[in-house]
């Protein structure tokens, strides 16, 4: 029976990464490949975010950080060492966001819940004030911009592919992982966690774990996205970016891996709807996240799944 | 550095630990007495500035009028909000993680009505009658309405004393904090006390930007501005806790008075420098008795 | 036969409230002993100590000839020890196999393997399931663990603990809750397991039947002191144990 969801997984996988894989063949509008870019970039930070909150219980306000330190490192590394140095730049942020990822989280694993939370949150705003003040250094509220990946990369087709192929792989790995003993251990902190140290497991180290993990994936999504846009803002470490991760992961549900993906996927389509035609928008993912929370607090993949569920027992019983 | 310089600063300083404190009271105290945590709360502040605008600037209101109706009109709203949206999710498995997101999409909603009603552009305040003038003893000079606030501020932490310590519902607040079955078991009307509480706290908050409006300009930014102050003033004193509050924001304010003088650029930094200190050395809110660690 | 556990001089006190109060004894290997004493005597808050979950205010905690007070729980654990709670802890929403699993992939120092699916660590599952065999939960074994009746997630509680092959193992109140039927099914099963896991096994127990029946010693806490210890024979015609505890039952 395992061996069987096994498969379907892998097919699954394989229709997800093909229809991306097509986007180029089917349009051939900038914007369109722009926008599945940012699907794919959305998702596996949304992806990495649940692994930490859905998987593991930890609620983070503050993941823009590292997506934030990811894209920071690409784009102050292009402006002021030049701009060959677009990957030495992606490879630094990731160094960086491991480095800082366990220097926070050792601060605030020790405590949890709603505190945790608004820990997260006070780093992340920490890291927005000083990007936002250090104006010679980072460009302050400008940003940087003409940030272009280097040779062949510079093509947005080929750099397009460089994302999928990156994505599906950390995509994978995370599925890898949240399938293995230690994602099931990480589930087990979340349901029971004053069990887990009498199985002779770490609670708090199970919990640095998936925070360095998550936050390295994050870097990973934001340092891409600094290509991908050419450019970056201060926005990306606002606390709002996290909001919308978050978001996202409600969206899709974060009770399944793939939630998340969906839910990425879903707000940003809307958001390119809804986004031209309102300048409301806050109001609107407030609303829908109203919504989700009250009455569809499993997501829609959640829900789907239940209705499934449901409707197939109803078959069965006739 | 001369004596003069560091009483106007700790003067001022004084006043924003005030305001800080108005508001963080009032997250702790739904915190603490109703284990519901309001993200929404510097949503609330923000309401009550504008509120205090309408009255004063449209309706020609006086200014403590203004400043009640703030306080009402927003503790009607954070009841509202309470009993239509809050109460639905209590109980549900993941509750916390809940709550925090369902007060964001408050403030994601409240932010962007308060848009559409005022506008975006900066909004401002005059000053009472009465305080718009200032006064110089011994060499400092200080705007009377500083020292309003200040006042004002005390009167309302000896009466939330007062309340927490010598009445009944006080001490049966105190007495079950954090557990909602156990105020049921002892004859509580829990829902309609936890709206209650909600009122009080939103009031509270609304109250504060009211009084924060002549001295600040009234933004839709404001909110979220406010909520992180009083989450550090709340991690520094210690979740739930009422004094831990009040220090906590004396704290703050203080070092930020300091640092807004000699300092200017970084001066927002400061305060997350201060909260990350107090993490290193006491994570569970430095003025917060011990606990029994869990394993 | 070794000790294989042995407390020295245990006090703990909450607040003003003494709930260990000078406690020694030594455990046998191989031994199946239990605790007995009124309710709020301080057993569980003992075991709390045992197994590292609470610090001991003074005395010392020697398991296997190594003192183990101040370790944490994990690493007792490490060292052999097993525990299920008076209050059942599982973990809910996985299932039945994945609870016993997740200890036997934790004992073979394969909890962290962070690329392999779970289900392809073949010892760990088979070795989970044949703790659930053994336990009678074999039919259940891809329910989640929410859905299974109190009595079966104490079993479950219990093979937890299995799973980890403890050479100590520590029941609080293994037939709390359960039927008259239950408890005789969960005494035999008890012993059974002591026999076949080769276990050196302590139960806290309220249920005089499962004491007298199955344990070789009996040892009573009372106030947070151990009031007597013995063969069950002894315990039962301790005039101090009849009148302090057992007075109304046995008396
Ligand atoms: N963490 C704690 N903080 C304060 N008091 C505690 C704590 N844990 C236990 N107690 C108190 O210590 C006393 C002993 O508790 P304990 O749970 O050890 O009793 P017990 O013998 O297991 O009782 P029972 O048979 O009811 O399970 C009780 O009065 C209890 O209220
Ligand atoms: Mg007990």
């Known amino acids: 029976m395992e061996r069987d969801t096994d498969l379907k997984q892998a097919v699954l996988w394989l229709v997800v990464f093909a229809a991306f894989a097509l986007v180029p063949v089917a349009t051939a509008s900038k914007y369109h490949l722009l926008l599945a870019a940012h699907i794919l970039l959305w998702g596996l930070f949304a992806v990495a975010f649940n692994m930490l909150w859905g998987v593991t219980g930890m609620l983070s306000f503050g993941q823009a950080l590292y997506f934030g330190l990811g894209a920071y490192s690409v784009g102050l590394m292009v402006k002021h060492v030049g701009p060959g140095w677009f990957l030495p730049g992606l490879g630094l942020g990731l160094v960086c966001s491991v480095i800082l990822s366990l220097a926070v989280g050792l601060l605030i694993i020790r405590v949890s819940g709603v505190f945790f939370t608004v820990l997260t949150l006070a780093f992340g705003q920490l890291a927005w004030q000083i990007t936002f003040r250090w104006y010679h250094f980072t460009g302050g509220d400008d940003g940087v911009q003409g940030i272009i990946p280097p040779g062949i990369l510079g093509n947005g087709l080929v750099y397009y592919y460089f994302i999928l192929i990156l994505v599906a792989l950390a995509i994978w790995l995370m599925h890898r992982l949240s399938q293995s003993p230690m994602g099931v251990l990480l589930r087990c902190v979340r349901q029971n966690p004053s069990r887990v140290p009498f199985l002779g497991q770490s609670v708090r180290f199970s919990q640095l774990r998936i925070y360095v993990v998550s936050s390295f994936f994050a870097a990973l999504a934001g340092s891409l996205m600094a290509g991908a846009d050419n450019s970056i803002h201060t926005d990306m470490l606002y606390w709002t970016t996290s909001g919308e991760v978050i978001l996202m992961s409600v969206l899709g549900g974060i009770g399944q891996f793939f939630g998340p993906f969906i839910g990425a996927g879903v707000l940003i389509v809307l958001q390119d709807v809804m986004g031209a035609k309102t300048e409301y928008w806050p109001l609107m993912i407030g609303i829908v996240m109203m919504v989700m929370v009250l009455l569809l607090p499993r997501g829609l993949v959640g829900e789907f799944q239940a209705l499934r569920v449901r409707l197939k027992s109803l078959v069965a019983s006739r | 550095m001369d004596v003069s310089f560091i009483a106007v600063q700790l003067l001022s300083g004084l006043t924003m630990a005030t305001l800080l404190f108005l508001v963080a009271s009032g997250l702790t105290l739904i915190f603490g007495v109703g284990n519901v945590f309001n993200f929404a709360h510097g949503s609330f502040y923000m309401l009550g500035a504008y509120l205090a605008y309408q009255t004063v600037s449209a309706w020609h209101g006086n200014f403590w009028v203004a400043a009640l109706v703030a306080a009402i009109g927003a503790g009607i709203l954070g009841m509202m909000a309470e009993f239509l949206f809050l109460r639905r999710i209590y109980g549900r498995a993941e509750e916390g993680g809940f709550q925090i997101l369902l007060t964001y999409s408050f403030i994601l909603v409240i932010d962007d009505l308060v848009k559409m009603i005022w506008g975006t552009e900066y909004k401002s305040l005059l000053r009472p009658a009465g305080f718009q003038g200032s006064i110089t003893a011994a060499g400092v000079t200080m705007p009377t309405y500083n020292l309003a606030i200040i006042g004002i501020g005390l009167l309302i932490a000896v009466l939330a004393w007062w309340i927490l310590a010598r009445t009944r519902p006080g001490r049966v607040a105190r007495a079950t904090a954090l557990d909602r079955e156990m105020l049921g078991a002892m004859g509580v009307n829990v829902p309609r006390t936890m709206t209650l509480v909600f009122g009080i706290a939103t009031a509270l908050g609304g109250f504060a930007g009211a009084l924060a409006a002549p001295l600040r300009s009234v933004t839709p930014g404001a909110g979220i501005e406010v909520i992180i102050d009083s989450l550090i003033v709340v991690v520094i004193g210690g979740m739930g806790h009422f004094w831990g509050a009040w220090l906590g924001a004396l704290l703050l304010g203080e070092v930020n008075s300091f640092a807004v003088a000699i300092v200017p650029e970084w001066a927002s930094v400061v305060s997350y420098v201060v909260m990350v200190l107090c993490l290193i050395f006491k994570p569970e809110g430095l003025f917060a008795p011990r606990q029994v660690r869990k394993a | ?251």
């Open chain 3, 1 to 251: 036969m070794e000790c294989i556990l042995k407390l020295d001089g245990l006090e703990k006190a909450f607040g003003g409230l003494r709930v260990t109060a000078s406690v020694s004894f030594s455990v046998k290997e191989g031994e199946l002993s239990a605790i007995i004493g009124p309710n709020g005597a301080g057993k569980t808050t003992l075991f709390n100590q045992i197994t590292g979950h609470l610090l001991p205010d003074r005395g010392k905690i020697t398991f296997v000839g190594e003192d183990i007070t101040g370790l944490s729980p994990q690493q007792i654990v490490k060292r052999g020890m097993g525990r299920a709670f008076q209050i059942t802890s599982i973990f809910p929403e996985e299932t039945v196999l994945e609870n016993v699993r997740m200890a036997c992939l934790s004992r073979r120092d394969e909890a962290l393997s962070y690329f392999r699916p779970v289900h392809r660590f073949k010892e760990a599952t088979d070795q989970a399931f044949a703790i659930l065999e053994s336990l009678g939960l074999h039919q259940q074994a891809d329910r989640p663990a929410f859905e299974l009746a109190h009595g079966d997630q104490k079993l479950l509680d219990i093979g937890m603990a299995l799973g980890l092959e403890p050479k100590l193992l520590l029941l609080d109140e293994p037939t709390a809750g359960m039927s008259p039927d239950e408890r005789q099914l969960t005494r035999d099963l008890i012993r059974r397991m002591w026999k076949e896991f080769n276990l050196t096994l302590i139960f806290i127990e309220h249920d005089m039947d499962t004491v007298f029946g199955i344990a070789q010693t009996v040892r009573v806490l009372q106030l947070g002191a151990l009031l007597a210890e013995g063969t069950p024979d002894q315990i039962r015609s301790n005039p101090q144990v009849i009148t302090a505890y057992l007075g109304e039952d046995l008396a």
